[in-house]
């Protein structure tokens, strides 16, 4: 009589490979862990490690040079806005001569102009000189002109290659990674957009040197975001982070885009997965609705990070994860963020908000949330006695 074969589990199959992931990226592991993809280990890795080719965080000089003989481009183009025009144009082409006849395309700053009017622009210059297919756009500045830039060129001849050099915190650390690329469209967020990987992905430390202190701050949410999620070895570095005019940002940028890429390549197009980087956005994105509704300015990461404080303590109520845990997060957000204030007679507004986001359903608001650091969980469906809470803490946090 045959005895069936125990079953492997799936771990003990991918045992040799979650391994060898461990010997070569150690932080990496526990997130595979973490999102349940053992199963794809191997598929996961294999893509990582692609994508993660394409990816600079050292070296900007010589491996910006070396990707460029390599390509051997037709043409160079750089799209900025008017302040990396000023500000970065100037130290890349410092570092990188052959890029001193590229052609440069400017767009105006600003989140008002990631438009189809800008992409028209970018798609103007390029027919005007000549561009071919195998022209290279490189973006040279943050989320917006990455954005913009990497549809720009997405659609332009049904594809150019492009490149982002990012030069802000957030678009080092989120905007730059993982292929979405898109504009504005009638007062919606990027509502109009491609899937497209960039040829080349280039981070330099240097630009951040003249990137406003409020922009370093509010980039460092995603980091703060990022860490949660993976909960290893990066978390221990954001906790031990006193002063943000003081960081050595190389190592956090790189291991910050390492947990962002892990998400990613196990799910490129959000279909499911991608949502635990909705952490603290869900309401983070009301707050920062409702500011602007005002006609107030304020920065996405602020409200992220007030977001994340409300979404701590649903983490907590809801998931049950440790109020140590949720107070150290705590500490480390009030550490380094303005307050954000607004009184009970506005929660109704702010739940509002929360259900007109595009990922719920039916009146019903759902989170990314935490059941421990480097355990995310998605699609948990909040009720509003819950949120209501979760505001109410949120207050005492910031008033005490
Ligand atoms: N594609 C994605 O996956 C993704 C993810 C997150 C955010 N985003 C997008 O990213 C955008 C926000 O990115 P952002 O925060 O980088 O904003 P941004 O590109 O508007 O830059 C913020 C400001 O900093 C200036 N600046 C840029 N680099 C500088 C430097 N080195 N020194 C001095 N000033 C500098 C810019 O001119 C701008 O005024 C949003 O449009 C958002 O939708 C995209
Ligand atoms: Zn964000």
């Known amino acids: 009589m045959h005895r069936r074969k125990p079953r492997q589990s799936v771990e003990q199959k991918f045992k040799g490979v979650i391994a060898s992931v461990a010997k070569q990226s150690p932080k990496f592991t526990g997130l595979l862990h973490a999102l349940h993809l053992e199963a794809c280990a191997l598929l996961a890795m294999t893509i990582f490690v692609a994508m993660k080719d394409t990816i600079f965080t050292k070296n900007f000089a010589k491996n910006l040079s070396h990707f460029l003989e390599r390509k051997n481009y037709s043409l160079h183009?750089?799209?900025?806005?008017e302040n990396t025009h000023q500000l970065c144009l100037p130290i890349l082409q410092q570092e990188i001569q052959d890029l001193a006849s590229a052609t440069r395309?400017?767009?105006?700053?600003?989140?008002?102009h990631k438009n189809i009017r800008a992409a028209e622009?970018?798609?103007?210059?390029?027919?005007?000189?000549?561009?071919d297919r195998n022209s290279v756009l490189i973006n040279l500045g943050g989320g917006m002109v990455c954005d913009l830039g990497g549809f720009a060129a997405s659609t332009y001849k049904r594809g150019i290659d492009f490149i982002h050099i990012?030069?802000?915190?957030?678009?080092?650390?989120?905007?730059?990674?993982?292929?979405?690329?898109?504009?504005?469209?009638?007062?919606?967020?990027?509502?109009?957009?491609?899937?497209?990987?960039?040829?080349?992905?280039f981070v330099h430390e240097e630009f951040l040197k003249t990137l406003p202190q409020e922009e370093i701050v509010s980039g460092f949410a995603e980091v703060i975001k990022h860490a949660l999620i993976a909960g290893d070895g990066l978390w221990k570095k954001t906790v031990s982070i006193e002063n943000l005019t003081e960081v050595n940002w190389n190592e956090i940028v790189s291991d910050s885009i390492d947990v962002k890429l892990a998400v990613v390549k196990k799910d490129p197009e959000e279909k499911?997965?991608?949502?635990?980087?909705?952490?603290?956005?869900?309401?983070?994105?009301?707050?920062?609705?409702?500011?602007?509704?005002?006609?107030k300015t304020t920065y996405h990461g602020h409200c992220i990070a007030t977001g994340m404080m409300g979404e701590l303590y649903l983490s907590s109520s809801c998931l049950g994860l440790s109020e140590k845990k949720r107070d150290e997060a705590l500490t480390v957000i009030r550490k380094h963020f303005p307050k954000i204030v607004f009184p009970e007679s506005e929660f109704d507004a702010?739940?509002?908000?929360?259900?007109?986001?595009?990922?719920?359903?039916h009146g019903t608001i759902r989170m990314a949330l935490l059941r421990k650091f480097g355990n995310p969980v998605i699609d948990v469906e909040v009720d509003e006695m819950q949120i209501r809470e979760a505001l109410k803490f949120m207050m005492e946090q910031n008033e005490g």
């Open 77 to 81: 183009f750089i799209l900025m806005d």
């Open 105 to 112: 395309i400017e767009i105006y700053a600003g989140e008002e």
């Open 121 to 131: 622009y970018v798609w103007q210059r390029l027919t005007e000189e000549k561009a």
């Open 166 to 201: 990012p030069t802000t915190l957030l678009s080092q650390v989120d905007a730059a990674i993982g292929g979405k690329q898109g504009i504005d469209f009638m007062n919606f967020k990027n509502q109009v957009g491609v899937f497209r990987q960039p040829a080349g992905v």
């Open 272 to 295: 499911n997965l991608r949502k635990v980087l909705n952490f603290g956005h869900t309401m983070g994105h009301a707050i920062e609705s409702w500011i602007l509704n005002q006609h």
């Open 350 to 361: 702010l739940i509002d908000l929360m259900k007109q986001d595009k990922k719920n359903e």
